[in-house]
């Protein structure tokens, strides 16, 4: 099994990535690697710089220094004066269209329907043209299991079926790497289970994530590697069985007991 992992491509490595918001340091040296496959699941106490590492993935932030791999190549990279310098435009545009994502507050577009929704990106970013796109997204409404909703605005859909569609939604890009925020924080207890199953299906046909979550079952059934953050450090990192089972840091222990 480890034989069989070290040889799947590396998909994704954040070498000491610091970052700051003004004087507050937020990402103190972190460094990851995902490949082809994983599902990294990635928990901590609020505050602790799960969201702008995951932001940084993406360049929805930027980071000061360290080094950005997607798929091999850089997106951005620390030389000499240990500023982080990104590729150029062209290229950086290719490397983050092989992510999506999807945030705890669902962000579809309200004013269009679930179908639109799908539709928006591929035939604005990509120029394609609605049908060379809609067979597919109707595919993703199916596996998200929401076929009989394309024609549906966002306000007329649950919590948990507009979090689907975020998801096919960011799908529709064909990414390489998913991302996902807290995807089910923002949901009533009832409705998470839905999202998580999407998410498992996803997981269980090899698509590779980062995922921000709190939900521990998650993380141990679906994850193939946890790390766990605080205060802008990964304090512990492992594989699910181990890593929940007996967790070697103090501060990893607390916090799983509060979770219970
Ligand atoms: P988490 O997702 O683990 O709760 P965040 O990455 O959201 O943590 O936040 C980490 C720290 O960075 C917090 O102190 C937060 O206030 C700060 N922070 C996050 N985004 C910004 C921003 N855009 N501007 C200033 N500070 C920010
Ligand atoms: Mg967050």
Do not use: W
């Amino acid at each position: 099994m480890a034989n069989m992992t070290d040889k799947q491509e590396v998909m994704l490595r954040m070498h000491d990535i610091h970052k700051a918001f003004g004087d507050n340091e937020v990402l103190k040296g972190i460094d990851i690697e995902v490949r082809r496959g994983e599902v990294l699941a990635i928990i901590g106490p609020s505050g602790s710089g799960k969201s702008t590492l995951l932001r940084c993935i993406n360049k929805l932030e930027t980071i000061d220094s360290g080094s950005i791999e997607i798929k091999g190549e850089f997106l951005a990279v620390t030389d000499g004066d240990g500023k982080a310098e990104y590729v150029e435009t062209k290229k950086e545009r290719q490397l983050l269209a092989s992510t999506g994502m999807v945030f705890q507050q669902f962000n579809l577009f309200p004013h269009m329907t679930v179908m639109e929704n799908l539709l928006e990106a591929p035939m604005q970013v990509k120029g394609l043209k609605r049908e060379e796109v809609e067979p597919y997204a109707r595919q993703l409404l199916a596996k998200v299991g929401l076929s009989d909703r394309a024609d549906y605005y966002p306000s007329q859909l649950s919590g948990g079926q507009q979090q689907r569609v975020a998801i096919a939604r960011a799908l529709c890009m064909k990414p390489d790497i998913m991302l996902f925020d807290e995807p089910t924080s923002a949901l009533d207890p009832e409705l998470t289970g839905e999202v998580l199953k999407t998410m498992r299906e996803l997981a269980e046909e090899h698509m590779t994530m980062v995922v921000v979550t709190h939900e521990m079952a998650f993380a141990r059934e679906a994850a193939s590697q946890v790390i766990f953050m605080a205060d802008g450090n990964i304090v512990e990192q492992g594989e699910p069985e181990t890593f929940f089972s007996q967790p070697r840091e103090e501060r990893t222990q607390a916090f799983l007991q509060n979770m219970l």
